[in-house]
């Protein structure tokens, strides 16, 4: 099974709701990753945990919150959102992390959150 | 600091037509090299991937790409478009030291005509 999953598909939220991502992968990945793309745009980088320990934050303001409470999942929290932040928002998962630079990444299909 | 650029962001070709879509990469130490695919609204998948030995990689679906280092350059190519092809098309690099942290191009949109 290679396959990563995210829910919801789709996120509605106000600006001050508090919601969560969720994303999940039963492939023994120690590595898993947020990403927020915009339309017609790369993904961004925004965390990697590296055995549910976080090794990268990519200076992701704070209302922004992911947590990986075991090596399966991950989760991010989201408070206090402002209508920029509307994206998809993709999670990916591959074996290692800090031992890269070769190992492929596979992504989850993202879920499409519009904050109003 | 390692970078890609993708000439092109809007490729159209006709259906059984070739197919090149362009990568050319900055980096001060050995690349590791990526192409993904992205279908509208799907997450990304890899196509295939540049690592160390032959510098002509194949992928999936027909896809291929080359690795040139002297022109520090891996072009993806398939001979022939099919009409499920239309898609948008990232190339990545990463590092030897920089874990396995990706650094995408802005990415190419790939019509494909009938």
């Known amino acids: 099974d290679t396959e990563v999953t995210q829910t919801p598909k789709h996120l509605v939220m106000g600006m001050t709701n508090k919601k969560s991502l969720k994303c999940e992968q039963h492939m023994g990945h120690r590595a898993m990753y947020w990403y927020k793309q915009k339309a017609k745009k790369p993904p961004e980088l925004m965390f990697v945990y590296s055995y549910e320990k976080l090794s990268i934050n990519e200076s992701v303001p704070s209302r922004f919150s992911p947590e990986c409470p075991n090596s399966s999942l991950l989760n991010l929290h989201l408070h206090a959102l402002q209508p920029e932040d509307s994206a998809l928002y993709l999670c990916a998962s591959s074996q290692e992390y800090t031992r890269g630079p070769n190992y492929e990444q596979y992504f989850g299909p993202g879920t499409r959150l519009t904050v109003t | 600091a390692q970078s890609v650029t993708q000439l092109g962001s809007h490729v159209s070709v006709s259906e059984g037509a070739l197919v090149l879509l362009r990568c050319n990469y900055s980096s001060s130490v050995p690349p590791y090299l990526f192409w993904y695919v992205q279908y509208p609204n799907q997450g990304l998948q890899l196509l295939l991937k540049y690592t160390t030995g032959a510098t002509l990689v194949k992928g999936i679906n027909g896809f291929e790409a080359e690795f040139k280092k002297s022109e520090t350059s891996f072009h993806l190519t398939k001979p022939s478009a099919h009409m499920s092809d239309a898609a948008e098309y990232f190339c990545?690099?990463?590092?030897?030291?920089?874990?396995?942290?990706?650094?995408f191009g802005t990415g190419t949109q790939l019509k494909v005509e009938l």
């Open positions: 990545a690099v990463s590092y030897t030291g920089g874990g396995n942290k990706l650094t």
